[in-house]
């Protein structure tokens, strides 16, 4: 199986800060490479797919980037609802496989 | 509006058995493959299980491979997961997961989730 490394696992933040979670597989998943924002007690929500791809609806002040191994959410101007934890999702190969979490905080 | 509704979950012994249902709304079921992700309590997201659009195909985690069975009916728009042979670590909360896009043989990403059954296994 493809293993996702998420780094760091949590993150102290502000209001307004510039946010960046990195996200490493095992091995090349060329752009097969997606992110979740979830919130305590709710479903997972789908911000970005095809590494860099913004799902519709999602606020542009959120980025991804990256291709074969290394890939990185950004969070630009933190707002006060995007305390959460951050996961990326490798849908390359079957099973897929998710990263541990990045926990972002005030 | 799509949505997706599960149900089943609750308390089951180690070795015993539970169903889930999920059903689908908003949306043309049977053209979409359906999974199943868990989350076990304060952990990270785990991938179970997927069926195709029209269950042909099946897909489990090795986790679960031998004692889960997914399976749907389409004219019900509900997917199910049979969990057999139940483990304490099978303790989690289940989500039933709808992909983005239409594909065949792969699992592309999660645009739209349940709210989530919780499955609880006491030894």
């Known amino acids: 199986d493809i293993q996702m490394t998420q780094s760091p696992s949590s993150l102290s933040a502000s209001i307004r800060d510039r946010v960046t979670i990195t996200c490493r597989a095992s091995q090349n998943i060329r752009t097969y490479l997606n992110w979740y924002q979830q919130k305590p007690g709710k479903a997972p929500n789908l911000l970005i797919y095809?590494?860099?791809s913004l799902q519709s609806g999602v606020p542009s002040r959120f980025s991804g980037s990256g291709s074969g191994t290394d890939f990185t959410l950004t969070i630009t101007n933190l707002q006060p609802e995007d305390f959460a934890t951050y996961y990326c999702?490798?849908?390359?190969?079957?099973?897929?496989?998710f990263g541990g979490g990045t926990k972002v905080d005030i | 509006e799509m949505r997706l509704l599960e149900s089943g979950g609750g308390l089951a012994q180690r070795g015993g058995s539970l169903r889930l249902s999920c059903e689908g709304s908003g949306f043309t079921f049977s053209s979409y493959a359906m999974n199943w992700v868990r989350q076990a309590p304060g952990k990270g997201l785990e991938w179970v299980s997927g069926t195709s659009g029209s269950g042909n195909n099946t897909y489990y985690a090795d986790s679960v491979k031998g004692r889960f069975t997914i399976s749907r009916d389409n004219s019900k728009n509900t997917v199910f997961l049979q969990m057999n042979s139940l483990r304490v670590d099978d303790t989690a909360v289940y989500y039933c997961?709808?992909?983005?896009?239409?594909?065949?043989?792969?699992?592309?990403?999660?645009?739209?989730w349940g709210q989530g059954t919780l499955v609880s296994v006491s030894s």
């Open positions: 999702q490798q849908s390359y190969k079957i099973p897929t496989t």
């Open positions: 997961a709808k992909p983005r896009i239409v594909v065949v043989a792969a699992i592309p990403e999660f645009d739209l």
């Open positions: 095809a590494a860099s």
